[in-house]
């Protein structure tokens, strides 16, 4: 987290990228340590070291910073990949997507945003829109595949989609099974074959 002791330049109307990076980080660390408990802006203004207007002038709600840290990471930590390979786009995607919701604070962050999106129909809607930025990107990957000839043009991507995410979903939130690079490797291959 932030050490709010620093100074920081004014934040006025337009963003300061060291006060945005500093509550987006705030964000997510908090939403990691909440432990299913809802996070305020308050909370995240005085983690940050700013004042909670700065949140409200940025942000419409506590739900778009919360979705903009979970995006800005996951664009950070899982880039889409563009190797020339589909083979290798996917496992790279897939590895990188696996791996990083292992760790904190995504890890942590996103089961507690589950939690608090099943209670708050809006954050429902959030993460609804977080999702549609990680499935363009597998999406994205798939699209390039079919069009170098690596995927028959017959392949439905949408389905390929969900089923990647899909897996996901349900070994990250149930964890039957692990969500290792081996598995990301065998999901990946099993999509194109």
């Given at each position: 987290?932030?050490?709010?002791?620093?100074?920081?330049?004014?934040?006025?109307r337009?963003?300061?990228?060291?006060?945005?990076?500093?509550?987006?980080?705030?964000a997510?660390?908090?939403?990691?340590?909440?432990?299913?408990?809802?996070?305020?802006?308050?909370?995240?203004?005085?983690?940050?070291?700013?004042?909670?207007?700065?949140?409200?002038?940025?942000?419409?709600?506590?739900?778009?910073?919360?979705?903009?840290?979970?995006?800005?990471?996951?664009?950070?930590?899982?880039?889409?990949?563009?190797?020339?390979?589909?083979?290798?786009?996917?496992?790279?995607?897939?590895?990188a997507?696996?791996?990083?919701?292992?760790r904190?604070?995504?890890?942590?962050?996103?089961?507690?945003?589950?939690?608090?999106?099943?209670?708050?129909?809006?954050?429902?809607?959030?993460?609804?829109?977080?999702?549609?930025?990680?499935?363009?990107?597998?999406?994205?990957?798939?699209?390039?595949?079919?069009?170098?000839?690596?995927l028959?043009?017959?392949?439905?991507?949408?389905?390929?989609?969900?089923?990647?995410?899909?897996?996901?979903?349900?070994?990250?939130?149930?964890?039957h099974?692990?969500?290792?690079?081996?598995?990301?490797?065998?999901?990946?291959?099993?999509?194109?074959?």
């Amino acid at each position: 987290m932030h050490d709010s002791k620093e100074p920081r330049p004014h934040t006025g109307r337009r963003r300061n990228e060291a006060a945005r990076r500093a509550i987006l980080d705030a964000a997510l660390d908090l939403l990691a340590d909440a432990d299913g408990a809802p996070v305020s802006v308050e909370t995240i203004a005085r983690a940050a070291g700013v004042g909670k207007q700065t949140l409200y002038r940025w942000w419409p709600s506590k739900g778009a910073v919360l979705l903009e840290a979970l995006t800005d990471r996951a664009a950070q930590e899982v880039p889409t990949p563009d190797t020339g390979s589909l083979r290798e786009d996917l496992r790279a995607l897939a590895t990188a997507t696996f791996e990083t919701s292992q760790r904190p604070p995504s890890a942590p962050a996103l089961r507690t945003l589950v939690r608090e999106a099943a209670r708050d129909p809006h954050l429902a809607e959030l993460m609804g829109e977080f999702t549609k930025t990680r499935r363009a990107a597998v999406r994205a990957v798939l699209v390039r595949g079919r069009e170098r000839g690596e995927l028959p043009a017959g392949r439905d991507v949408e389905l390929l989609v969900d089923q990647f995410y899909g897996f996901f979903w349900y070994r990250f939130l149930l964890g039957h099974g692990p969500l290792d690079r081996d598995t990301a490797v065998r999901l990946a291959d099993s999509l194109i074959e």
